[in-house]
């Protein structure tokens, strides 16, 4: 770890300008932070702390829908009444992930930016184009066992480790920030970036830009929602691969479904493929497996992971069979 | 046999130092308060097999804080130890830190920074430059030159080939168990701190005698200008048996800076510098009539060291005895590699060697179409054959042990069928395997102490590494004085105190029982003789024929042996008449060499594995794991217990879990850290059970108790994997069962 100047945000405004001006950190629950900092992947020369700002609060939107602020702790935000009723997928990915010390830390906001576990990218003797672009990858023909299948590039093929932003992709959750140039709200598929030949930029934020808070559309009643989780042990550990699904099923048809990946993308992986094979039609076991075909159609595997193309539709599979049961 | 029949030897007594270690009281290695101390941070080797070029401290040195930077271009000069020329000498790594310019493996100490701080050390560490010229890396049996000259280990009985030849079922398969680190929630550590030519070690470790006397080797001071203090450790699993470098720059850099130094092995480099258990890739040839008698084993190991030690993982000793089988021969051929020195890992070589013998047989079972544990039975070993002439077990009750598990685990309900069996949407599989341990004790020196304030004290330079061995010294004194355990103060840990074992091998509990004992008795025997000379003794009339009567010591109190307690007095007024503080006893003990010849000691058990296949996720849980051990009298039913089921643990990691990944470009351990190198959490352990068989083995010391640490780890990989078959058909030969492995069994079967 490098000597870095700390100081604490009053204002939303003030850590807004604090990080813009010094090329920063924010630091919430620092979970990835301090951790990357250890090993010198990350030097910020200066780390605004935001943890006394009032973005912690979790309120219900008028007309429906949830406002989640980016200071919740995932703790707080799994045991939310709310969320465990209404959007049972996100409190289970969130109780998936980490460890219950990391959850009392980590917030909502620093999760969405959650660094990718990559061995190589943890490690500043090796080669990484996101760590230091144009370096190279030495994951390509590195142990690439927990890298992803989908979104990657001959430059990066890193999974993002999130289990909440999964469910949320699955939500169709919107980000909120506040940047040198105002406020903005971004959809979350929208806020991340495929790594192509920048994986160094991993989402749409400017220096400067907070993430002030996350809303949650309301669903239609009747939606049921689910995350599963693939992994070698049953606790503390990535996903090697993930299902979020939010569905609606009337008489037996699929009416609306969303689904998105974790463990498998180099961002939380929205498939509209597997959406459209499955909207309009019966809740069927084909179905179900031509939308999980749909869905990794477009994977590519690399030499130690090709077994998660067949997890991630086993994992969907699952979760369509469990969520389609008439209850 | 104790001969007050007290139930304290045997009962679920509590650790006695536990209350210490749940209030954060009890002081582990860096937990000692010192006055003006420096911090050490090493600066390790980021390449697997190089020359260093050059060291570049030039902006390091002139960082805040630093005191010095020692590396191989100033290292003080250090020694090779003693190793087989002495008693009590072994190191790790028998090369001392920055004895040359050569790197050998990946995470290996090329320099160390001395701060006032921890933060200022790890600052300047990591502006110290290394240029390296590198050669390349071998971390794969593959890789390297093909080993010269005959193998490590031979061991031949019969005429196997012949047999192998003509058997009418064979069995050939190689079976490859992966490098696995120890990773001790405690990390190895060390506080230097010199008084004068004396230098004090606390340290986390197994063997505070074999690390005082390794230390002075190395160091080129004599023994009794070492102390190492090991009060607590916060487990070993063989990884703290013998001194590592970084208790070498501990020592050497407290030195050059005249300051106590604390130096902690980073995460890290638990997985490079401090020992680990090797690969070892293992081709098991087993011969069988159609009836599944054995007629012949070959076990053949190639196993990789480092360049700068030889180990051996003596993975085919078990096969020589486990099984009655005429014709055998096994080798063993080390593969030097650019990896640090490979060390003892709970159940050394006995728990990679089951695992190819137990799937073998089980592989062997399947052919024949007899039950895996019927198969057993027919080969059972009524004496240990790897011996010749052949050898009478001391006391062996493995086949109460098979019945009693599969009796208890229902074992006669297991339909042998691939898949057959159902629980809900999920198929559970069912393994069973042999489990076995040596039984073996050495010496061992203990002063026990009992004081006029009715307290004992019991010290020996043995130590506990989260075992229960302080609490069974106190039972014992308890036993043999009726003095209340928590009356009892056990030192246990310090160089200084009598000389005792290192806690390796499963042998602390058979060792020590002994010379408490012998001790607890001497210093009675003293208290006794004090009672009958006392000026007031009310023991002085005559019994029978004369003589004094025969006093003893039951509850605290002495008095006549035919009458009751009451009778007599406490011990400490006998103390208080001769205005005494205290008396005491040191006693040595040690095995009867014949009786060790005449026997072959072995502890055993059974262990029965359930696992729970969800196919449609590829999801493989163990859902049920039953062990049955015959490892002669227990001595505290609580800790044992422990030390089986966290045993049992660390097999279900073992087999689905852990392996250590090396990068074959740099030799990195990729995965050096709790987050990436898998180990079992509390979500993947089912409710375990644990029976013991209670034959106390009288050839081994008066409680007839043989150690229990490593026994309960042995059988339970190859039971998983033989149950994993018995779900999926999947036959998984090198460990760990990955999801990849039962996705691809799935897809050739479907």
């Given at each position: 770890?490098?000597?870095?100047?700390y100081?604490?945000?009053?204002t939303?405004?003030?850590?807004?300008?604090?990080?813009a001006r010094?090329?920063?950190?924010f630091?919430?629950g620092?979970t990835t932070?301090?951790?990357?900092?250890?090993?010198?992947?990350?030097?910020?020369?200066?780390?605004?702390?935001i943890?006394?700002?009032?973005?912690?609060r979790?309120?219900t939107l008028?007309?429906?829908?949830?406002?989640?602020?980016?200071?919740?702790r995932?703790s707080d935000?799994?045991?939310?009444?709310?969320v465990?009723?209404?959007?049972a997928?996100?409190?289970?990915?969130l109780?998936?992930?980490?460890?219950?010390?990391?959850r009392n830390m980590?917030t909502?906001?620093?999760?969405?930016?959650q660094k990718?576990r990559c061995y190589?990218?943890?490690?500043?003797?090796?080669?990484?184009n996101?760590?230091q672009?144009?370096?190279?990858c030495a994951a390509l023909?590195g142990f690439?066992?927990?890298?992803?299948v989908?979104?990657g590039?001959?430059h990066?093929?890193?999974?993002h480790?999130?289990?909440?932003a999964?469910?949320m992709?699955a939500?169709?959750?919107?980000?909120h920030t506040?940047g040198?140039?105002g406020?903005?709200?971004?959809t979350?598929?929208?806020f991340?970036l495929?790594?192509?030949?920048?994986p160094?930029?991993e989402n749409?934020?400017?220096?400067?830009?907070?993430i002030t808070?996350?809303?949650?559309?309301a669903?239609?009643s009747?939606?049921?929602?689910v995350?599963?989780?693939?992994r070698?042990?049953q606790?503390y550990?990535?996903a090697l691969?993930?299902?979020?699904?939010v569905v609606n099923v009337?008489?037996?048809?699929?009416?609306?479904?969303?689904i998105?990946f974790?463990?498998v993308?180099?961002k939380?992986w929205?498939?509209?493929?597997a959406?459209?094979a499955l909207?309009?039609?019966?809740?069927s076991?084909?179905t179900?497996?031509?939308a999980a075909?749909?869905?990794?159609?477009s994977a590519k595997p690399?030499k130690y992971?090709a077994?998660?193309?067949e997890?991630?539709?086993?994992?969907?599979?699952?979760?369509?069979?469990?969520t389609?049961?008439a209850? | 046999m104790?001969t007050?029949g007290n139930?304290?030897?045997?009962a679920?007594?509590?650790?006695?130092?536990?209350?210490?270690?749940v209030?954060g009281?009890?002081?582990?290695?860096v937990?000692?308060?010192?006055?003006?101390?420096a911090?050490?941070?090493p600066?390790?080797s980021?390449?697997?097999?190089?020359?260093?070029?050059?060291?570049?401290?030039s902006?390091?040195?002139r960082?805040?804080?630093v005191?010095t930077?020692i590396?191989?271009?100033?290292?003080d000069?250090?020694?090779?130890p003693?190793?087989?020329?002495?008693?009590?000498?072994?190191?790790?790594e028998v090369?001392?830190?920055?004895?040359?310019d050569?790197v050998?493996?990946?995470?290996?100490?090329?320099?160390?920074?001395?701060a006032?701080?921890?933060e200022?050390?790890?600052?300047?560490?990591?502006k110290?430059k290394?240029?390296?010229?590198?050669?390349?890396?071998?971390v794969?049996?593959a890789?390297a030159p093909?080993p010269?000259?005959p193998p490590?280990?031979?061991?031949?009985?019969?005429?196997?080939d012949?047999?192998f030849?003509?058997?009418p079922?064979k069995?050939?398969?190689?079976y490859v168990?992966p490098p696995e680190?120890?990773?001790p929630?405690e990390?190895?550590?060390t506080i230097?701190?010199?008084?004068?030519e004396?230098?004090?070690?606390?340290?986390?470790?197994?063997?505070?005698?074999n690390?005082q006397?390794?230390?002075?080797?190395?160091l080129g001071?004599?023994?009794?200008?070492?102390q190492?203090l090991?009060?607590f450790?916060?487990?070993?699993f063989?990884?703290k048996l013998f001194p590592?470098?970084?208790?070498?720059?501990?020592a050497?850099?407290?030195?050059?800076v005249?300051?106590?130094v604390?130096?902690?092995v980073?995460?890290?480099?638990?997985?490079?510098?401090v020992?680990h258990?090797p690969?070892?890739q293992?081709?098991?040839?087993?011969g069988?009539?159609?009836d599944?008698?054995?007629?012949s084993i070959h076990?053949?190991?190639?196993?990789p060291?480092s360049m700068?030690?030889?180990y051996v993982?003596?993975?085919?000793?078990v096969t020589t005895?486990?099984?009655?089988?005429?014709?055998l021969?096994?080798n063993?051929?080390l593969?030097p590699m650019?990896i640090?020195t490979?060390?003892?890992?709970?159940?050394p070589?006995?728990?990679?060697?089951?695992?190819?013998?137990e799937?073998?047989?089980?592989?062997?079972a399947?052919k024949?179409n007899l039950?895996?544990?019927?198969l057993r039975l027919?080969?059972y070993a009524e004496?240990d054959?790897s011996?010749?002439p052949?050898?009478?077990?001391?006391?062996?009750?493995?086949?109460?042990?098979y019945q009693?598990?599969?009796?208890?685990?229902g074992?006669s309900k297991?339909?042998?069928?691939?898949g057959?069996m159902?629980?809900?949407?999920?198929i559970?599989?069912w393994?069973?395997a042999?489990?076995?341990?040596?039984?073996?004790r050495?010496?061992a020196t203990?002063?026990?102490?009992?004081?006029?304030?009715?307290?004992?004290?019991?010290?020996?330079?043995?130590q506990d590494?989260?075992?229960?061995?302080?609490?069974?010294?106190?039972?014992?004194?308890s036993?043999?004085?009726?003095?209340p355990?928590?009356k009892?103060?056990?030192v246990?840990?310090?160089?200084s105190?009598?000389d005792?074992p290192t806690?390796?091998?499963?042998?602390?509990?058979?060792?020590?029982l002994p010379?408490?004992s012998?001790?607890?008795?001497?210093a009675?025997?003293?208290?006794?003789?004090a009672?009958?000379?006392?000026p007031?003794?009310p023991?002085?009339r005559?019994?029978a024929g004369?003589?004094p009567p025969?006093?003893?010591?039951t509850a605290g109190?002495?008095h006549?042996a035919?009458?009751?307690p009451?009778?007599?007095?406490p011990?400490?007024?006998v103390?208080?008449?001769?205005?005494l503080?205290a008396?005491e006893?040191?006693s040595?003990?040690a095995?009867?060499?014949?009786?060790?010849?005449?026997?072959s000691g072995h502890?055993f058990g059974a262990?029965?594995?359930?696992?729970?296949?969800?196919p449609?996720?590829?999801?493989m849980?163990?859902?049920?794991a039953?062990?049955?051990?015959?490892?002669?009298k227990?001595i505290n039913?609580?800790t044992?217990?422990?030390?089986?089921l966290?045993a049992v643990?660390?097999?279900?990691?073992?087999?689905?879990?852990?392996?250590?990944?090396y990068?074959?470009?740099?030799?990195?351990?990729?995965?050096?850290?709790f987050?990436d190198?898998?180990?079992?959490?509390n979500?993947?352990?089912?409710?375990l059970?644990?029976?013991f068989?209670?034959?106390p083995?009288?050839?081994l010391?008066?409680?007839?108790?043989?150690?229990?640490?490593e026994?309960?780890?042995?059988?339970?990989?190859s039971?998983v994997?033989?149950?994993?078959y018995?779900?999926t058909?999947?036959r998984?030969?090198?460990?760990?069962?990955?999801i990849?492995?039962l996705?691809?069994?799935?897809?050739?079967?479907?």
């Open positions: 770890m490098q000597v870095f100047r100081s604490q945000a009053r939303v405004d003030g850590a807004v300008e604090n990080v010094s090329g920063g950190a630091i919430a620092g932070l301090v951790d990357l900092m250890k090993l010198n992947v990350l030097q910020p020369t200066s780390v605004v702390d943890n006394g700002l009032p973005l912690d979790i309120e008028p007309g429906g829908g949830l406002r989640i602020g980016a200071l919740v995932n935000l799994a045991w939310n009444d709310t465990r009723q209404q959007y997928v996100l409190s289970e990915a109780l998936s992930g980490a460890s219950p010390q990391l980590a909502t906001g620093g999760n969405l930016l990718t190589y990218f943890r490690d500043t003797n090796y080669a990484c996101k760590r672009p144009g370096s190279g023909d690439n066992r927990i890298h992803a989908l979104g590039s001959e990066c093929v890193a999974t480790p999130s289990d909440m999964v469910a992709m939500l169709e959750a919107t980000v506040q040198p140039k406020e903005r709200a971004i979350l598929d929208d991340y495929v790594p192509g030949s920048t160094d930029r749409v934020l400017v220096p400067g830009e907070l808070h996350v809303t949650l559309p669903l239609p009747g939606t049921r929602s995350y599963l989780k693939l070698d042990r606790q550990e990535f691969a993930s299902s979020a699904i009337n008489g037996g048809s699929i009416q609306r479904a969303r998105a974790g463990g993308g180099t939380p929205r498939s509209r493929e959406e459209k909207e309009g039609q019966p809740a076991p084909e179900f497996r031509r075909d749909a869905a990794m159609a690399l992971n077994f998660k193309i997890l991630a539709k086993r994992a969907l599979i699952r979760n369509l069979e469990q389609t049961q209850a | 104790s007050s139930s304290i030897i045997g679920p007594i509590q650790r006695i130092e536990g209350s210490l270690k209030t009281a009890a002081r582990y290695a937990d000692h308060p010192m006055d003006n101390i911090f050490g941070v600066v390790a980021t390449v697997g097999n190089a020359r260093i070029a050059r060291i570049d401290t902006i390091a040195q960082m805040p804080g005191l930077i590396h191989h271009g100033n290292t000069q250090l020694f090779r003693a190793g087989q020329l002495e008693q009590s000498s072994r190191a790790g090369r001392p830190p920055f004895e040359d050569k050998y493996y990946y995470g290996q100490y090329v320099a160390v920074v001395v006032n701080t921890f200022q050390a790890q600052d300047a560490a990591a110290v290394v240029q390296y010229e590198t050669q390349p890396n071998v794969e049996i890789d093909p010269q000259g490590r280990i031979h061991y031949a009985r019969g005429n196997a012949p047999a030849e003509s058997a079922v069995i050939d398969e190689t168990l680190t120890h990773n929630m990390m190895h550590a230097a701190k010199w008084e004068g004396k230098v004090i070690l606390y340290e986390s470790s197994q063997g505070v005698v690390h006397h390794v230390l002075s080797e190395m001071i004599p023994v009794d200008q070492v190492v090991s009060p450790c916060g487990s070993g063989g990884g590592w470098p970084h208790s070498l720059v501990a050497m850099a407290a030195k050059r005249n300051r106590p604390k130096f902690v980073p995460r890290a480099l638990m997985f490079t510098a020992g258990r690969l070892t293992q081709r098991m040839r087993i069988a009539t159609q599944g008698k054995l007629l076990h053949d190991v190639f196993q060291t700068v030690d030889t993982e003596a993975a085919t000793g005895m486990l099984y009655s089988c005429e014709n021969t096994a063993q051929t593969v650019n640090g490979p060390t003892p890992m709970r159940g070589g006995i728990v990679p060697g089951l695992f190819p013998l799937s073998a047989m089980d592989e062997l399947i024949l039950d895996p544990l019927e027919k080969n004496q054959e011996f010749s052949v050898r009478p077990f001391s006391s062996k009750h493995l086949r109460e042990c009693i598990g599969a009796e208890k685990f074992w297991r339909t042998p069928q691939v057959s159902k629980s809900g949407d999920e559970l599989g393994g069973m042999t489990a076995t341990w040596h039984a073996s050495g010496s203990v002063r026990v102490r009992l004081n006029a304030d009715g307290t004992a004290r019991a010290t020996c330079a043995t590494i989260g075992t229960g061995t302080y609490t069974i010294f106190a039972q014992v004194v036993e043999k004085t009726g003095i355990i928590d009892i103060e056990v246990l840990g310090d160089s105190l009598p005792g806690s390796g091998g499963s042998t602390v509990t058979a060792t020590i010379a408490v012998a001790a607890t008795n001497g009675i025997d003293r208290v006794i003789a009672a009958q000379t006392m007031s003794s023991f002085k005559a019994g004369g003589d025969k006093l003893i010591m109190r002495i006549v035919d009458q009751p009451e009778s007599g007095i011990f400490q007024e103390l208080a008449q001769h205005r503080a008396l006893m040191e040595r003990t095995p009867d060499p014949t009786t060790s010849r005449q026997f502890s262990q029965f594995i359930e696992v729970a296949w969800d449609g996720i590829a999801r849980r163990v859902s049920r039953l062990t049955v051990i015959d490892a002669g227990i039913h609580r044992g217990r422990n030390q089986i966290g643990v660390m097999g279900i990691g073992m087999a689905l879990f852990e392996e250590t990944i990068d074959k470009r740099n030799a990195k351990p990729l995965n050096n850290n987050a190198y898998i180990v079992s959490t979500a993947d352990i089912p409710d059970d644990c029976i068989v209670e034959y083995d009288l050839h010391n008066e409680y007839g108790a043989r150690g229990i640490g026994i309960g780890l042995a059988g339970i990989a039971a994997t033989m149950a994993v018995h779900a058909g999947v998984v030969r090198k460990l760990p069962v990955r990849e492995d996705i691809a069994g799935q897809q050739m079967t479907a």
